[in-house]
């Protein structure tokens, strides 16, 4: 078949020069110029497995078309296959109609099931525990005082509290990347199922009795209003001794929840951090301003990062070009278009399909 891959706005690349080699043994690749650049991937890793190509030649040329994000309408054409390694099909979903008129498949490989066996093709998680990790740098780097206990001739500095809020995989990498810098850690989430997690990496899980809610699949409910009430209320205390407090609360295909509420904020100390990396969907901090620094008429500052893994383009790079490859390997058992249909994890991430009868 022949695969054609894009660049990406926010210069992350899912091909690596080896995953191109394999690749190439069964379908012939093209490869926009300069795509993999920020990974340091240069052209010139890939000429002797795919030809380097506009993108305009790729739309085009290629069967099988695959880019990290929705191409715009404009660069969609009739009967192909459109593969995103994010399709945030929960808030896009609009876009299948596009897909209908020009009898054209659409995939997206962040529909996928979170089970074991696609783990590793799990471009949500992969990214997920860049961005974990990277809030902590940030909050450190933001943060005024010592992370760790110092003893020093010039006196003794105890460690920094970081609460961790919303322990998926995203807030379990910042929670184990907080302890090695030595700080004191504490989390919560409303999955009560997360707190041998937290313990497992030296964190100090925060009770908040008579809110839980978990989906099947292990995803979060939205809560009610009373609930979130309580939850705020039973929060408030250990967000005001924090000194860093990261917040990655979401639950798919709705608004973030908001948990950190002005009051909490106007009682937090001088020169605490707020990292809220929910800020894309409205954050979780009311306020949090996407991408923009706020401080605090009290001295807090509240981050916003909506794309960290992107400020990490070699590992965030690396990791997609795996999960990208693990899952072409299963959809693409062949030379030419022959998916299992009736895999689970081909039906979760088939976004239209103009051979269906389904809808
Ligand atoms: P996510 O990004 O959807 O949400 C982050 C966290 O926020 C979740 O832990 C959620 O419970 C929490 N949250 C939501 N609302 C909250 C609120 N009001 N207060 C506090 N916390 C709140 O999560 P994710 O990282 O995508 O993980 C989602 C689930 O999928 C988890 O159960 C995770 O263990 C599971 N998972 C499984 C696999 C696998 O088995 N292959 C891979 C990745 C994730």
Redesign the pocket.
Known sequence: MRLGFLTSADGRFFLSPAHAKALAATHELYIEKGAGKAAYWEDSAYHEFAQLKTRDEILEKAELIISLEPLDQAELREKKYYLNLFSYYAWESHRVETYKKLQSTWLGIDRLP???R??SM?V??SQ?SIAGYRAVLLGAQALKKFIPMLTTAAGTYPPARVLV???????LQALATAKRLGAQTYA????P??KEEVQSVGAKFVEVPGVS??EE????K??PPQM?QN?QQALFDTVIKSDVVIT?????GKAA?R?ITKQMVDHMQPGSVIVDLAAARGGNCELTQPDTPVITPNGVQILGPTNLPAQQPVDASMMLSRNLYAYLQLILPSSTWNPPVEDEIYQATLLYDPNSKLP
């Open positions: 979170r089970s074991t696609a783990q799990d949500l998680s997920a809020i919303g322990v998926g995989v995203a807030g919560y989430d409303l999955r199922a997360v809610a978990q699949g292990g995803y979060a939205e809560l979130l939850q990655t609360a979401q639950v798919p929840p948990i």
